[in-house]
C-alpha cells in the first residue's frame, strides 16, 4: 500500500506538466475545423506539421482548446491491409423439365441443351422436342429443377453464397439439392439436402433463401427440388462474390528538394532533411526521353560509415504508344534525416544533380472534444515530452462496437503556422532558411 501511495503521485506528474502547457509555447499552430459536436476527434498528420516538429516522431504535438487548456490525445499509426469487397450478380436459369415418371435419378432428366459459342446457354429442351425456353407453355410445365448458368461469372472460386427467391404459390418451405459442372454431361454434389423456408405471420417474416458456398470452379450450377415434388417458379437468382485486395497505407508527398554535391564522388548526391522523419519512399525527377538509372540510397554517416538502405533502378521507357516507368524508392520507415543517392556514373543523365520528393506514412491523432472549441493544434517545442496517450486508454472500448463516436476533424489548410527552418541542402550551413513553402505545398 504504501508503495501504491509512492507511485500514484510520480505518474501524475508528467500530465501535470502536460496541463500546464499554453500554446504560445509552440512555434508552429493550426486551427482544428469540426462540422458537428461530438466527443472525440480525429484527423491525419499532415506533412507540413511533420516539418514544423522539433522532432520527428511528433512527441511535441499537442492539442489545445479555446481556453488554451491543453487535451488528451492518442497517436494512431496506419497501416496496409487487406479490404473485402462484396460483390452481387444475377445468374440467367433455364427451367429443367421432368420425365413423366420422376424419380430422383438423373435417369428422370431427359434434355437437349444448345449453348453459344462462348459457353452461355441459350435454351434447353426436352428429347421430345417440347421447348424448354421461358415461353408460356414451359412456365406450366412440370419442372424438376433448373440449370444456372455461371460461365460469365469471374472469379468463381471466390463466392460465398447463391441466393434464391421464388413466387407466392411456391409454398414455404423448399428441400433441394446443389450441383455443379462443366459440360452439363457430369455433375457434382455442392450442397445436398438444402433446407430454404420463407415465412409470413402476422406481418412478420422469416426467411432463409441463401445457400452457404465456398467458391466453385465449373461454369454451370444445377437445382434439383426434393420437395415439393415440382420445383417453384423462380423470381430471382443470385451469387455473392467476396474478393479482397492489399491497400497500402497511405503516403504524403513532399515538394521535389534538391541535393548538395560538396565533397562527393562522381554520380554521389546528399540530401538532408531538418530532423529525422519516417521516410516510407522517395521519388526521383527523371529529365524527358527514354532514362534508365541504375542506384542506391545509403545512409550518410560520419567516417564514410554508411550502409545501404534501397537499391533499384529507376527507368521510363516508352514504346508503341505506352509508356513502363518506375521513380520511387521504397523505404522501411525508419527516421532518416541525412542520405545520400548514388547513381552509375556512366548511365547519369543529371549533370545538374537530381531532384527528390520524399513521403511518409501520416500518423493520426484522436483528441477528447473538452471545453469550449475552436481547437488548435500545436508543435514545435524542442523540450516537450511525449504526452499521447494509448488509443484504449483515451476512448473507452476503442475499436469496439458501442464505443464513444469519433468524428472527423482537419487542419484548416489556409492558415499558415510560424516560420521554421528550411531543408539544409549543404549541411556545413546553418538551417537558417525558411521551408514553409516546402511544408504547405
Known amino acids: 500500500m504504501k508503495i501504491s501511495r509512492f507511485i500514484a503521485p510520480l505518474l501524475l506528474l508528467p500530465l501535470a506538466a502536460f496541463g500546464q502547457e499554453k500554446p504560445a509555447q509552440f512555434a508552429a499552430r493550426w486551427p482544428i475545423e469540426t462540422h458537428e459536436a461530438a466527443p472525440y476527434y ?55 423439365p421432368a420425365a413423366a415418371k420422376a424419380t430422383h435419378d438423373e435417369a428422370s432428366l431427359s434434355v437437349r441443351i444448345r449453348q453459344a459459342t462462348d459457353g452461355t446457354l441459350v435454351e434447353i429442351k426436352e428429347q421430345s422436342g417440347s421447348s424448354g425456353t421461358r415461353d408460356e407453355k414451359q412456365e406450366t410445365a412440370a419442372r424438376r429443377g433448373y440449370v444456372l448458368d455461371a460461365s460469365q461469372v469471374k472469379d468463381r472460386e471466390a463466392v460465398r453464397a447463391l441466393e434464391l427467391d421464388w413466387d407466392k404459390a411456391g409454398g414455404d418451405f423448399q428441400l433441394l439439392d446443389l450441383e455443379a459442372s462443366d459440360d452439363l454431361q457430369h455433375w457434382r454434389p455442392l450442397a445436398r439436402e438444402v433446407q430454404l423456408a420463407r415465412l409470413d405471420y402476422q406481418g412478420a417474416r422469416i426467411e432463409r433463401r441463401r445457400v452457404d458456398l465456398s467458391g466453385f470452379h465449373e461454369r454451370y450450377l444445377r437445382l434439383l427440388w426434393r420437395e415439393p415434388a415440382q420445383a417453384p417458379q423462380l423470381a430471382r437468382v443470385e451469387i455473392e462474390r467476396c474478393s479482397s485486395r492489399y491497400r497500402a497505407a497511405p503516403l504524403v508527398w513532399s515538394a521535389p528538394i534538391s541535393a548538395n554535391t560538396a565533397g562527393l564522388k562522381s554520380g554521389e548526391y546528399r540530401f538532408r532533411l531538418p530532423q529525422a522523419l519516417p521516410l516510407a519512399s522517395l521519388r526521383l525527377e527523371l529529365p524527358p526521353g527514354n532514362q534508365l538509372l541504375p542506384l542506391e540510397v545509403r545512409s550518410a554517416g560520419p567516417d564514410h560509415h554508411d550502409y545501404r538502405l534501397a537499391s533499384t533502378v529507376a527507368y ?67 523540450d516537450a515530452r511525449d504526452a499521447a496517450l494509448p488509443p484504449s486508454t ?5 475499436g469496439q462496437p458501442g464505443s464513444p463516436e469519433i468524428v472527423s476533424a482537419r487542419l484548416v489548410a489556409s492558415a499558415a503556422p510560424p516560420a521554421s527552418p528550411d531543408i539544409v541542402q549543404n549541411p556545413v550551413i546553418p538551417a537558417e532558411q525558411d521551408w514553409k513553402k516546402i511544408a504547405l505545398w
Open 394 to 398: 483515451l476512448v473507452p472500448g476503442f
Open 316 to 382: 521510363r521507357i516508352a514504346s508503341r504508344g505506352r509508356e513502363w516507368s518506375n521513380t520511387e524508392i521504397s523505404l522501411d520507415g525508419s527516421p532518416l534525416q541525412e542520405f545520400v543517392l548514388k547513381i552509375d556514373p556512366r548511365l547519369n543523365p543529371l549533370p545538374q544533380g537530381p531532384r527528390l520528393a520524399f513521403a511518409l506514412h501520416p500518423e493520426q491523432i484522436v483528441f477528447l472534444a473538452s471545453g469550449t472549441p475552436p481547437y488548435t493544434l500545436a508543435i514545435g517545442q524542442r
Open 42 to 96: 480525429r484527423l491525419s498528420v499532415p506533412l507540413a506539421v511533420y516539418l514544423a516538429s522539433a522532432h520527428g516522431d511528433l512527441r511535441d504535438l499537442r492539442v489545445f482548446n479555446a481556453a488554451g487548456q491543453a487535451l488528451p490525445y492518442s497517436r494512431l499509426s496506419i497501416v496496409g491491409g487487406n479490404e473485402e469487397s462484396v460483390q452481387r450478380q444475377g445468374l440467367p436459369w433455364f427451367p429443367l
